[in-house]
């Protein structure tokens, strides 16, 4: 974000979540509470699009402590999740042999922010001209809420 780049901010926030693949402009979550991946993160382990489980953690960054000491709602780090249908990561290097993140608890997947790219046929000509496409897109956890 710059000082000349301001409607460009403002029109990307704007954009609904099919233009960013799905990836909620608003994602509020609480330790849980049921959540749902929005793509594939990794097949052979059975995290994939649609799969749901349970927030177990919320996992802020060391630097944001004065931020939640003072009420303020730093964006988390990572967001542990448990879903009943994981299978562990295959290591392809010890012959296929199952790795947890999580030792003491098998099911619980840690859950990063990642890059959810825009596009192109959701920007609008003038932001084409004025923007790189590169730099549409937004961080977000790959997650929302279930469908009830």
Same mark, same amino acid.
């Given at each position: ?7 460009? /901010? %403002?029109?990307?926030? /704007?954009?609904?979540?099919? $233009? ?18 929005v ?11 649609? $799969?749901? &489980? ?8 060391? $630097?944001?402590?004065?931020?939640? /000491? %003072? ?16 299978? &562990? ?5 010890? &012959? ?22 825009? %596009? ?10 004025k ?5 549409c ?5 790959p997650?929302?809420?279930?469908? /009830?």
């Amino acid at each position: 974000m710059t000082a000349n780049n301001q409607d460009v /901010i %403002d029109t990307l926030s /704007i954009l609904p979540s099919k $233009a960013y693949k799905f990836a909620p402009d608003i994602l509020c979550v609480a330790i849980w509470y049921e959540v749902r991946l929005v793509q594939n993160r990794n097949v052979s382990a059975s995290l994939v699009n649609c $799969a749901t &489980g349970t927030v177990i953690k919320v996992i802020y960054n060391n $630097a944001d402590v004065q931020m939640l /000491i %003072d009420s303020n709602h730093p964006l988390p780090y990572c967001i542990i999740v448990e879903f009943l249908t994981f299978h &562990g990561f295959i290591d392809k290097r010890h &012959g296929k042999q199952q790795i947890f993140p999580s030792l003491n608890h098998h099911l619980w997947v840690p859950i990063y922010r990642k890059k959810f790219s825009v %596009d192109n046929k959701h920007l609008p000509a003038w932001m084409r001209k004025k923007q790189e496409r590169r730099y549409c897109y937004r961080m977000q956890f790959p997650l929302d809420w279930p469908a /009830i």
